[in-house]
């Protein structure tokens, strides 16, 4: 099966730009989750979409952040503006069921720079 | 909260040889799930192997096994006959259910560098 789709692979802007990132899950996955990773950290969720519902999106700066996922598909996560502590790589991620017992399926994720 | 720790933040070992990641976590749920992630420079997380918490044996994936210890809240992993290619970053992650969500709490990773 096709993995977890991602772009673009990376990305430089200033600060105070905005930024989009895409997501597309595997096929059939009801669940979507946004996460961000700062160098020499883990993985931190940002937003958890069931189908094109959030359910948990109480780690999202939302004055900057916002996300969305049309259609119960793809996905789209945007930051206005940016800062230069938004610096990570952006990781979109995928599961079948609701419970994800058995681990996501995660893109190759977004490397974003701000200068 | 629930906390994942990961103590080693890099490790090495020689081609063929065994090495084990350490993993601690922090939980009052009975009722879990346990995972380890590989993370390559290609930067796409790989999952390695889960564990149930309800399961006394420990998870075995032909070369990868883990040290559940559910009373102490360890979980290691040990990679066997270590590859070059298992050169990457592991993650340790917890699998946290409240409510709708079930997000993961990772640790904060060890680099595994493996010698020729």
């Not at chain 1, 990376?10 to 961000?36: D, M």
């Not at chain 1, 900057?64 to 503006?81: C, H, M, N, W």
Request: proline share 4%.
């Amino acid at each position: 099966e096709a993995g977890v789709a991602q772009s673009p692979r990376y990305k430089i802007i200033e600060k105070r730009q905005s930024v989009a990132f895409w997501c597309n899950p595997i096929s059939g996955h009801a669940t979507l989750y946004w996460y961000q990773q700062i160098l020499g950290q883990g993985p931190k969720l940002l937003i958890q979409f069931q189908n094109n519902g959030v359910v948990d999106d109480s780690q999202l700066p939302k004055d900057r952040f916002s996300a969305e996922r049309l259609k119960g598909v793809d996905s789209t996560l945007k930051i206005q503006p940016a800062k230069l502590e938004d610096s990570a790589v952006y990781l979109c991620a995928s599961s079948l069921g609701t419970a994800g017992i058995y681990g996501y399926t995660f893109g190759s994720g977004t490397r974003l720079t701000v200068v | 909260a629930q906390t994942v720790t990961q103590s080693q933040p890099e490790m090495s070992v020689q081609e063929a040889e065994t090495v084990t990641l350490s993993c601690t976590y922090d939980t009052s749920e009975s009722d879990y799930y346990l995972f380890w992630y590989k993370q390559p420079p290609s930067r796409q997380m790989i999952l390695v192997i889960r564990q149930e918490a309800y399961k006394q044996q420990n998870a075995t994936e032909n070369r990868f096994s883990v040290n559940f210890q559910k009373a102490a809240k360890s979980f290691s992993l040990k990679i066997s006959d270590s590859q070059l290619g298992d050169a990457a970053m592991y993650f340790c992650a917890y699998r946290m259910e409240g409510g709708a969500t079930n997000k993961l709490i990772f640790g904060t990773g060890t680099l595994l560098a493996v010698q020729p």
